[in-house]
């Protein structure tokens, strides 16, 4: 065993032994395995942007089943800690977290090839065929050895939150990194967002020779790393945030005034009544998508294989697509667009237009570009234990 391989085991075995106890509260809370009198439940674990503010009546009662939604963890060794060890292998039904997991799950045996016949809104949804189709970036979102494993539920670009007021208006990374901001500013706790964006400055700015941000030579996870602990040594980081809750907080009580986060917070900042605005900028965006799987549960019986399909099947279709654009800030389905358009009874005119503001909006980034976010690089033995280094830096 290497010396990064013994690191990555040990910390590995320090997120198992936490994910296990998370989830074992999290099942008792949610009551896995009990079923309704009208169907059963289908479990999904969720990350915290999949949920249509917990409304699943339409999925509910075209099947008759019930949604449990549970939370999960979402950074890589979580993931397959969960499942692997936090009994999630046989109490979930679908995992919704960001793509790209698909080697580690696959090579584990915890995830099912999908069966894209049973999707009746597979063939009808242009952006699988744009944005992740085989030869194309996208494609390792979803797919691994050229099958396809996961169902693309949300695809975005992100890049960080600022506040106006205090900063100006900002347009790069470097804003992260300027002494201006001192105290002020906050990473994400995951070197697979304020890592990658990192190096996406550093390799746009001329300031490192780094040739493909999102899948790093160990030399240049070093040079990256270097270069964050230089600046947290001067007091640049307020905190290194780990909860959507916490990064929401941060923003709102004004800890921070420029931070690498995800949209959806400052949706939420805003929605309280703060002017947050999210940059667009000039290095470009850090792309992603959503990916529902289907986990290999031993116990799940063929129709409830069929249940699990179904509300996959429902998570992309125009309904829950025009929701979750509404609630989150993501592109979700070409068909959402229309459908809030037309169902004035459940969409105003104004949420309408918000819907087709955002997938618009979105579809903008993809098209400007940036890097596509690695979920699982070559040498993520070395991300994990340089992160670690910045993190006890």
Known sequence: MSMGEHINFKMQRRAILSSSCGLALALMAGGVGQAFASGRKVTLADIGVGDPGGDWSKYEKKTGNKVNLLSMGNAPSAVTNQLLAGGGLTSFDIINIVGGMQKPLVDNDLIHKLDTNKLTNWSSNTFIQKYLSKGTPGFDFIGYDGNVYGVPTILQGDSFAYLPDETGELDSYGALFDPKFKGYVS???????????TALYLKKSGLAKISNPADMTPDEI???MDFL???K?????RVIWSSFEQAVSLLTKKEVYVMDCWEPMVFVANSQGHNTKY?????????WAMAAYI???????????EDTYQLLDFMLGPWYGAKISLLRGYMTNPGAINY???????FTSEEAQKVESIISGVADKFAFGGTWQNRWPKYVDVYEEEWQRFKSA
């Open 279 to 287: 940059a667009s900028p000039k290095e470009g965006y850090l792309l």
């Open 187 to 197: 990473l994400e706790d995951n070197y697979t967002t304020a890592g990658q964006k």
């Open 340 to 346: 809030a358009k037309t169902n004035s009874s459940e």
């Open 222 to 224: 070093k040079t990256v």
């Open 295 to 305: 986990v290999k549960n031993p116990k799940r019986s063929r129709a409830e294989l």
């Open 233 to 237: 040594k001067k007091g640049q980081f």
């Open 229 to 231: 602990i230089e600046h």
